[in-house]
């Protein structure tokens, strides 16, 4: 079992930046692959970002790439998602992931979630 607690939230400008976190329970958090969700009033979620359990793969959507950064820290069972130069586009709830088997972009290869973090960018 693994809990997923996500942190760093909030309201800010267009153009500022914001650093999610994303806490995790369980002593085999190394194992898994992590990414990050998200998901804008009246529409699907949507992935994010992902990083391999050894951080060596990373992978970005489209919209956020250049912009976003996903890093971990398996010492700490950490994963981070460094957020710059939001747009009012990025405003969702964030949610952080964690999978058993390869980084993958569906919703469906994810075993566990956390509850979300609101994440809110004002133009």
């Known amino acids: 079992q693994v809990q997923l607690v996500e942190s760093g939230g909030g309201l800010v400008q267009a153009g500022a930046s914001l650093r999610l976190s994303c806490a995790a329970s369980?002593?085999?958090?190394?194992?898994?692959?992590m990414a990050w969700f998200r998901q804008a009033p009246g529409k699907e979620r949507e992935f994010v970002a992902g990083?391999?359990?050894?951080?060596?793969?990373?992978y970005y959507a489209d919209s956020v790439k250049g912009r976003f950064t996903i890093s971990r820290d398996n010492a700490k069972n950490t994963v981070y998602l460094q957020m710059n130069s939001l747009k009012a586009e990025d405003t969702a709830v964030y949610y952080c992931?964690?999978?058993?088997?390869?980084?993958?972009?569906?919703?469906?290869?994810?075993?566990?979630w956390g509850q979300g973090t609101q994440v809110t960018v004002s133009s």
């Open positions: 992931a964690a999978s058993g088997r390869p980084i993958t972009t569906q919703e469906m290869g994810y075993n566990y």
């Open positions: 369980g002593r085999t958090f190394s194992s898994y692959a």
């Open positions: 990083i391999s359990w050894s951080a060596i793969s990373t």
